[in-house]
Nanobody, 120 residues
Framework: QVQLVESGGGLVQVGGSLRLSCAAS????????MDWYRQAPGKQRELVAD???????NYADSVKGRFTISRDNAKNTVYLQMNSLKPEDTAVYYC??????????????WGQGTQVTVSS
């Protein structure tokens, strides 16, 4: 069993910053990509940022230049540093990890989500 637990969400004013963390634990052999998604009320869940095990990153255009994804492989943790926050960043943020539980078995695991609210 593998669990992903997000933390760091909360209420912040426009222009402020938050750092989200997502720690994976359980029967982990290794982790490939780790991602951050978000879902705003009435909208589809969207990919925000992605990072490979080697540290290569990709971002949605809407957050590029403001958000930074990083990871600590030794801690099985991915972070999302969010700066210059806008009201449209308000959403529930979810992390996802591609987890190998053995040399031959892997699947995607999702966190439960953490609420980020940006007040105008």
């Amino acid at each position: 069993q593998v669990q992903l637990v997000e933390s760091g969400g909360g209420l912040v004013q426009v222009g402020g910053s938050l750092r989200l963390s997502c720690a994976a634990s359980g029967s982990i052999f290794s982790i490939d990509a780790m991602d951050w998604y978000r879902q705003a009320p009435g909208k589809q869940r969207e990919l925000v940022a992605d990072i490979t095990s080697g540290g290569r990153t990709n971002y949605a255009d809407s957050v590029k230049g403001r958000f930074t994804i990083s990871r600590d492989n030794a801690k099985n943790t991915v972070y999302l540093q969010m700066n210059s926050l806008k009201p449209e960043d308000t959403a529930v943020y979810y992390c996802k990890a591609e987890v190998w539980t053995s040399r031959f078995t892997w699947r995607n695991y999702w966190g439960q989500g953490t609420q980020v609210t940006v007040s105008s």
